[in-house]
């Protein structure tokens, strides 16, 4: 399985928040082309969790979905940004909360087949509230929501925002969760 060539690459659509490129693979004699996505910058995400046991979620409308989503405040990491500070940053702009301490809880990629793209996925504690700092054109609604709710809610199907479904679940599992 690890023989797999590159012949021929080549970019179909080139912008700064998304690639679409075509290659041309080679395996065994045999030639195929292959369309995939690419992020040219890493994303991040944060599971933030309030003294008084809520996490500060982010409702906002996603388009490709045509919903209003509950999911974590996240978004692309800077050119040369770590995914801590990206994350932090993220988090006070989107939601108004600083973090006094922030780690990474994993990271994973949401579609392996058709998109390069990398989420970091941090939980974020001894929150300040600081003002939100909201993009040009972005719109969003801060949802505090009890942990345990918030749980209950992933495990029963009802949210389906992936980084929201694997930071709840990782965080509960790392025991973080009250």
């Given at each position: 399985?690890?023989?797999?060539?590159?012949?021929?690459?080549?970019?179909?659509?080139?912008?700064?928040?998304?690639?679409?490129?075509?290659?041309?693979?080679?395996?065994?004699?045999?030639?195929?082309?292959?369309?995939?996505?690419?992020?040219?910058?890493?994303?991040?995400?944060?599971?933030?969790?309030?003294?008084?046991?809520?996490?500060?979620?982010?409702?906002?409308?996603?388009?490709?979905?045509?919903?209003?989503?509950?999911?974590?405040?996240?978004?692309?990491?800077?050119?040369?940004?770590?995914?801590?500070?990206?994350?932090?940053?993220?988090?006070?702009?989107?939601?108004?909360?600083?973090?006094?301490?922030i780690e990474l809880l994993?990271?994973?990629?949401?579609?392996?087949?058709?998109?390069?793209?990398?989420?970091?996925?941090?939980?974020?504690?001894?929150?300040?509230?600081?003002?939100?700092?909201?993009?040009?054109?972005?719109?969003?609604?801060?949802?505090?929501?009890?942990?345990?709710?918030?749980?209950?809610r992933v495990l029963r199907?009802?949210?389906?925002?992936?980084?929201?479904?694997?930071?709840?679940?990782?965080?509960?599992?790392?025991?973080?969760?009250?």
């Open positions: 399985m690890d023989d797999y060539r590159i012949v021929e690459s080549q970019y179909l659509f080139d912008h700064p928040r998304v690639r679409i490129i075509k290659d041309t693979l080679e395996r065994n004699g045999r030639r195929w082309p292959y369309l995939y996505l690419e992020s040219p910058v890493d994303a991040v995400t944060c599971v933030a969790l309030t003294a008084e046991g809520c996490l500060a979620l982010t409702r906002q409308y996603r388009h490709p979905l045509r919903a209003v989503l509950l999911d974590l405040p996240g978004g692309h990491m800077d050119p040369g940004e770590t995914p801590e500070h990206a994350a932090a940053r993220e988090l006070e702009e989107e939601t108004g909360f600083r973090a006094g301490r994993g990271r994973y990629n949401p579609f392996p087949g058709s998109l390069r793209a990398t989420m970091h996925i941090h939980f974020a504690t001894d929150l300040t509230q600081v003002g939100q700092r909201l993009d040009d054109g972005e719109e969003l609604e801060v949802v505090l929501m009890p942990a345990a709710e918030a749980l209950q199907g009802e949210i389906i925002d992936g980084s929201l479904q694997m930071g709840v679940l990782m965080a509960a599992q790392k025991g973080y969760l009250p």
